[in-house]
């Protein structure tokens, strides 16, 4: 991928809902508001392809021909995540099937069955259409496939690209039975075809039926993806191509596969609330976009302008900055928007906008081309590195496996379980590195392993490699459960990390969170807060105790172990602590490299050899002296031009000091 | 219509649930109650037709005979809103389906597929017969045609019925993607066999979409109607042809627009709370149902005995005769129940009746025979007109557009906004008149525009000219945001009112009513309450303020604003204010004519050329003296026949004073 | 059937799902738990039959011989309740289908429609070959016919065995639209063929029609069994057959009915709490058991060694033991748990089991083991009847009514009520006996109708006929009110015991239980707290009033009243006490026999003619000697061998004094 002039800047461009003099106040406005990267043609195959093989190109030639007379370069997406209705008509069969045999139609959008042959060829047909007229346009930048990959389908087609997937998996259908244990409630297949989609049964599902089939989907979808990929590739070997990661419990979608199959790792990023929480989650999913891409730069594709959720509301002012910039810090090249103008009708017609019905004298323009002119100032970054200072293990087949109905209890959330580790060691200002359970594990100090309920024989060697050669694990409660097909591990948890732990589970105690509250003491009877939702009666078996609980039925018996391996040490948390109680263990088990930052600033270090950039966002309330934070030697903030010793961040503002790099 | 000898007092009555011998003493207890209409036939049609073409009159001859011996009149229903089940099983493609594709089927009520070809011939083939049979009947005063309409139905009927509905509103497939703006989300129709109901689909429905088809829906279901009012006319041109309207936000019907159809507006009530909210929930609907005949006599159709709801309450003593005083106060031509006895089984076998299951010495019972006695006194009132100080704009596109799931907010409460506007002006003692945004508006001092987010540039003309003529008018937040295709008009809220208004909406900011409150000032510094869901960040380019947000991100901006234009006022409500609050900008905006009467007490006034007509309800626990409310000159209560000067009206009580009109 | 040499001891047994060495390893923990019982096949039909007519019983028959060999007997059950995947390929029409027309499929268990012929084909033959290899087995002692009958189906089969059904019981079509009243909303059939399950309708469904529909069901399965049954009968006469049924709202199935079909009643037993409320439902479960096979022995057939719940929690220590005993105590010839190991995958892998994943050093195992060694000093106790104190009314088509959509609250419960009267006579130390309303009464002091809802004529002479004999009848709120069509009978409540219990409801007032509170007070101004979610207004005809509501719209009113009758009494509670109240009453209406014991301490006696049994279980936290309870002459607790008098029953611990009788 050629190496940018500057960060990418804009966002999804829809000329089409527009007549064509809107078209050139959009050009005029984008320029004000530096504006240097615009997507186009995301939901345009209607359009482009109005019936069967007719194209008509007309108006994106026109588009594509503006943005370039503008300077600004084109993210051109394949329209293949929404067809067009005769597309619907001619091809019922290629729309998805719920699990209850309910057949979706037209008049939404990602309305398509990825597995249906129909609808395989008909992208494949307006890609190469699309290919073939744009590969050599001067303003394409980006090939983007589809959007949001995530559609879930349980139809016929489904049903036959699954079995042959599962024959691939498993190589023999007494393979299959023992992953899934069908012995279990009478389930044993006989043969291939008996196998369908997990569809509306009498009761409760198979939790191994469950799980595969999301690995199924989700490799489906990467299939659709690289078929469409290598179109682009013949067409434009030199255009980066990548796709927009969706984030949710339902996306199934497993980035740690399908990243290498991107130029360029591209993430929407729709926290689900507000406040510093929002900040956190944008934090939070920008680490994940870069760890997928192994540390290459990645792109912020979406991002709104305003919060999403029940309620759409204006962000703060300064938030869309902050946003924003905690994206490039962490290594995005560029920050893109969902949408560039407010869309008069549709589905949509309220999310929020760059430029929102109110138009250009609203606070959220002005903030917007103020970014716009900050990025501008922040080019050179793109050739430093983040500083990573901890690794957190991320698993979407665990997620996926903690779905199941059948667990011990409702209350476990695997991404809260997450977040809250990554939210711990941000409050302490570690930037935090994800990895998988299934790729070498990163060369860090620290290495958390919160609720990782799938664990291999082969994922607890590495772990156990990685304490021996001196790292330091930190594992929460479910660890090492179960095995790549979510069977409990002979013996009971910790499973797979028995040995490696040091503790065994006696009986799971798992509390309501409305009603209970376990106290939970350190060895030095200090109070650690509470247990919320689980607790576990261990058997210590060759490890220190370093927490107890202090009531309930488990009172004085261990909560939380710690025991050194070889060169390392592994700690063990039975239950679910609160932040601060998580955060004492983690800053035990390996303290911060740093001084901790002020509460509600955000940190994060970049380096060259020679240079190091630090990148001050100040969620908070109050002005942040630069001598809160440690600053590269001789450094300015970019943004303002001053120099570090006479600087303040104030309160909700942002600074990118950059400096020589200390040694 | 021919006028009444008095006024309609009566149910729905179901003989045919019962044997012969219960009939006569139904005819003894109705006459003990005097009752004079009893409504039949409304699901008979199984009974009528027990098999395709084959009829059985027998029965409800003598039931129609019976009455009639009795001095009873009979209100005859179309049978049409159950069809029976040996009609289901000829034709099943004449039942509704859900948009998940599920075919309902018999074993309930108005199960019926209102665009299907054998359901429509069915419909008119009953009603001919009936129509043939019973037109010189000298029971006979009212066809009442089916029930409630309401059934939505996604089928094949239903898509060819709105395409042809569709191409006849918007004249072109271009037209139609234009209003739609299906250019979101790649849903661009290339032909009009594309185009399908609102059925299940992946994600969020398009809300232009949404809406047309809801209009259709109460189109559909009006044609119904004017076919079957057709065969009833020709059969007897002097018996007067109603339907009764149900009111409720999944209601697929427009008053504004059916009621020209009707010889007099029928509706049915059932307030969803007790107590005094109940009682202006029935002050509402009467106030509506007046309006949407223009003024014109109209029906109480159907209301309950007792509350209904999650729980089936009684009413309170005195609350059966308050609720149906109340209507006939504002214009209804008598007082009218579901139903007369309370039936042994049944979907409704717990439904409140005049005669419940306990019997004659039930407390009911003593109520119903109470009021049927005061109706017969109030014969004359229908002469009267009743008097209106307001008017407030209400209109059922709006209300479905507010159904759209992709508002900036989930609290957004169409109804309840009207509804509140209308009990302020109520407990303010000023009778109201609704209108449409769509009609001539009428001739009153005030006019309120709550949440009137679907504004037409020729409705923004309207209420100019409104103004413009003297007029004041208060709009409440969102009102002008979107045109007839619910697209929101450039440059953002107030959309087509911005002119007027003199105001901008620059953000929205929506609030959680479970955590937020927002304080409102007025100018002079006095407390207006809290902004409970809703406020907005306002421009304000051409009005004075007339409160301010007192704390929030909105702290010190203007919440109320206010300006003339030409002879008229109008005023801008960015919030949505409490009660207290909205009374005051009402008062403020438009005085009342006449002392506020004392708290829980409904006032009423008709007058003719020489006389008046006072109502006065008693809802609270006070006896309340007749000079607390302005009375006409020489006046007497009807009821009780005590001189108005002499009258105390007791706790829960009534009166109905007439006298001469006050010059 | 044979009297067993000792009690069951033992857990469904699957070693279908594991390798052959575990089979070693569990029997030699089964005979170090004490395991007499293994329950096998009742979910191995795939494995069993592979594909249709080829068996494979090699590993079965190892399973049998092998528990042979280690003296462990076997119930062998038929495989029914999970049809293998093939069977689903070849027969999708044997499915079940709900009543949204959603065809399930294979995936659980249980997806079965029961009135598909290829379905009951299928289950005969598997059956048959059951039956022909082992029906000799010398390690077979009972025959489990299926599992937990109880799916619903809404298709064609169980359309076509419905009308077949309805043509039996009601003889007539009219006879079938009187009983259920088709004359409301138009639903009157003039064929047979126009009757349909109640299936996806557009409102509310007819409550006879819903009732009649669960008869069926319960009919159809036991229709099922009763088939399979024959089969086991004719094959190995001596082996008793029987099915364990479950017990939830759902369940259509009707125990009065079919445990004569029996040859002991079997019971699955899963609270839905905890603490003691569980120790409660533990009791209640037993007494219902015991009271559908007639006094006669029956069997605790599954229960868990921990809590099911949303979440699933360890048992406390001494509750295994507990609750295993309290079923003992009242009948059981044994206790049985689902499953003697816990499964690695499926559904059901986190289903606390006898061996659970973290083995045998867990407290689980250690309480199993010694709940065995307990059970093989009690193999005396069979002898010996349960001694009964009271008699409470249970009747699963009343409970099925009052699930109609209809009824007048949403709070009415009829399980809850039932377990209260239960409750509440188990606090006082009485030991209930059930009885159905369609059988002979028991001949005990004092009967009890909570909600009895349907009441025929003929019941109300029975109940009659046994306080003219001398009884002590309480009835609670609405008994009385319907036929056994659901239809109120005239005159509305409490309908057929009008006269019996000498007063007349005039008007119900539901209360909302989070909302309101009504205090109720003795005759003698005594607090008898407060009804909670009903009340009614009562016209006392002929008795006494006992309490009266004391605020509210009832005030003063009467809201209990009692009467005498013949030799007996009768009391009506027209409100939903609590339990304090409710004791009151039923202390007062007929006393108890002996002291009550400590709080938190179930008693339970059994006799023969020279023998008393006494079982204690201590629920409570504080130790209980000995002589708090009317303990047997020269007793000593047959557990621990100490003589009553020396001994004191510890927190959470059991004791069964055994000793001469009393005269």
């Not at 879930?152 to 049903?159: L, N, S, V």
Request: proline share 8%; glycine share 10%.
């Amino acid at each position: 991928m050629p190496g940018p002039a500057s960060l990418w800047f804009g966002g999804d461009y829809n000329p089409d809902q527009w007549p064509e003099p809107v078209w050139q106040e959009d050009m005029r406005l984008m320029r004000r508001a530096g504006v240097t990267l615009a997507t186009v043609g995301v939901f345009s195959w209607s359009l482009l392809e109005p019936e069967e093989g007719r194209y008509d190109f007309g108006w994106l030639d026109r588009v594509l021909d503006l943005l370039h007379d503008n300077g600004i370069g084109a993210a051109l997406a394949t329209p293949t995540a929404s067809p067009p209705p005769w597309f619907t008509l001619a091809h019922p069969d290629a729309m998805p099937v719920t699990a209850q045999g309910v057949r979706l139609t037209h008049g939404s959008r990602d309305t398509y069955d990825v597995c249906a042959p129909a609808y395989r060829e008909a992208s494949l047909r307006i890609t190469r259409a699309l290919a073939e007229r744009y590969a050599r346009h001067p303003a394409l930048r980006l090939w983007r496939v589809h959007n949001e990959y995530g559609t879930h389908t349980h139809g016929e087609h489904a049903a036959r690209a699954f079995r042959a997937w599962l024959r691939e998996r498993h190589g023999s259908l007494d393979a299959l039975n023992d992953a899934w244990t069908t012995a279990f409630w009478g389930q044993r297949y006989s043969a291939w075809e008996q196998v369908q989609p997990p569809r509306a049964t009498q009761y409760l599902p198979n939790p191994g039926h469950l799980l595969d089939f999301r690995r199924f989907l989700a490799e489906a979808m990467r299939g659709h993806y690289r078929a469409l990929r290598a179109v682009l590739r013949a067409a434009a070997p030199d255009v980066p191509v990548t796709t927009n990661f969706a984030f949710g419990s339902w996306v199934p979608v497993d980035p740690w596969r399908w990243a290498p199959d991107t130029d360029l790792v591209a993430v929407d990023v729709y926290p689900d609330s507000t406040g510093l929480d929002a900040a956190h989650q944008h934090a939070f999913a920008a680490d994940l976009a870069r760890s997928w891409g192994g540390g290459r730069p990645w792109l912020l594709m979406e991002q709104a302008t305003g919060h999403l959720g029940p309620r759409t509301r204006p962000k703060a002012p300064g938030e869309v900055l902050r946003h924003s910039l905690t994206h490039v810090a962490r290594g995005s090249r560029g920050a893109m928007f969902f949408q560039w103008r407010a869309s008069a009708g549709g589905a949509e017609q309220w999310h929020p906008a760059m430029l929102p019905h109110s138009g250009t004298d609203s606070p959220v323009f002005a903030e917007v081309c103020e970014l716009g002119a900050l990025l501008g100032r922040l080019a050179d970054v793109g050739g430093a590195r983040v500083a990573e200072d901890a690794a957190v293990l991320w698993d979407p087949e665990c997620w996926w496996a903690l779905q199941s109905p059948s667990l011990p209890s409702p209350d476990l959330d695997y991404l809260a379980a997450v977040r809250q580790v990554h939210r711990v060691l941000w409050r302490q200002g570690r930037t935090t590195a994800f990895a998988s359970p299934r790729a070498p594990l990163p060369d860090l100090p620290l290495l958390v392993a919160p609720m990782l309920y799938l664990a291999s024989q082969q994922t607890a060697r590495a772990l156990a490699d990685y304490v021996a050669r001196g790292g330091t694990l930190v594992a929460t409660y479910l660890s090492g459960t179960a095995d790549e097909h979510a069977r409990v591990h002979r013996g009971g948890c910790p499973g797979a990390l028995r040995d490696l732990l040091g503790v065994r589970v006696l009986q799971h105690h798992p509390l309501d969170p409305r009603e209970e509250r376990v106290g939970v003491r350190g060895a030095d009877g200090s109070d650690w807060g509470c247990a919320r939702s689980w607790s576990e009666y261990l058997d210590v078996v060759d490890a220190r105790v370093e927490a107890r609980y202090a009531d309930g039925p488990l009172a004085g018996r261990a909560a939380v172990t710690r025991t050194g391996r070889g060169a390392g040490q592994v700690w063990y948390v039975s239950c679910d602590l609160g932040d601060d109680a998580l955060g004492k263990v983690l800053s035990r088990a390996c303290p911060p490299a740093r001084t901790t930052p002020p509460p509600d600033v955000e940190v994060v270090r970049r380096h060259t050899r020679e240079e190091t950039w630090v990148f001050v966002l100040n969620h908070g309330g109050r002005p942040v002296p630069a001598a809160a934070v440690d600053l590269p030697g001789n450094g300015q903030d970019v943004l303002s031009g001053v120099d570090a010793a006479a600087l303040t961040v104030p309160p909700g503002g942002v600074a990118v000091f950059r400096g020589a790099r200390r040694p």
